[in-house]
């Protein structure tokens, strides 16, 4: 559970400038982008456990039991997962380049992790299914037509789709082999 708490607080840190819209002063100011990382890393470990507090307090005695070098420990995975979550926004900048869409990585970037955080958090809808693509196409609205934006939409899907998929498609095979030989 906390992962998914540290991987939504790093994608939503990241999504923050999205919000500004493309006419902000993120294209000249890139502390736009900064600044909201930094008081991420500064807060998370105190924020997260308040949360976990809440979560984990017993509501008969009102004892919680908070392990000791939390703020550490908070800190490290949240670091880490921050990272994870610039490596696939870079990740998302290539991907579009290599489709033709030559935006800046300070635009597109934050409108992908924006979208993810809303489809994941959009609980109605498996893997937030239509509204990823649709929150996509919404925040990069401003910098590309509607038809640029919803082409991409679907690619990104298609892509992250295939990103997620991949990895246990040869895990699949060998247990096909195995069942295969098993029944022979």
Not at 21 to 46: E, K, M, Q, T
Not at 50 to 69: A, F
Not at 103 to 114: D, E, K, N
């Amino acid at each position: 559970m906390s992962g998914q708490i540290f991987a939504l607080a790093a994608a939503s840190i990241l999504s923050f400038s999205a919000f500004l819209g493309s006419d902000s002063l993120l294209r000249l100011n890139p502390w736009a982008i900064l600044f909201p990382i930094l008081v991420g890393l500064v807060l998370a470990p105190y924020l997260l456990k308040w949360l976990v507090t809440k979560i984990l307090t017993n509501r008969i005695d009102d004892t919680t039991i908070i392990p000791r070098g939390w703020n550490r420990f908070t800190l490290k995975w949240f670091s880490l997962y921050l990272l994870n979550w610039i490596l696939y926004v870079f990740s998302f900048w290539i991907f579009c380049h290599s489709v033709g869409y030559n935006y800046s990585l300070l635009i597109v970037g934050p409108a992908f992790a924006a979208a993810y955080v809303l489809g994941y958090v959009a609980v109605f809808v498996p893997a937030g299914l239509g509204v990823r693509e649709a929150s996509l196409v919404l925040l990069l609205g401003s910098v590309m037509i509607p038809e640029e934006a919803l082409l991409l939409a679907v690619l990104t899907r298609m892509w992250t789709t295939f990103v997620e998929i991949a990895p246990g498609i040869p895990l699949l095979m060998r247990q096909l082999r195995l069942k295969e030989n098993s029944s022979s």
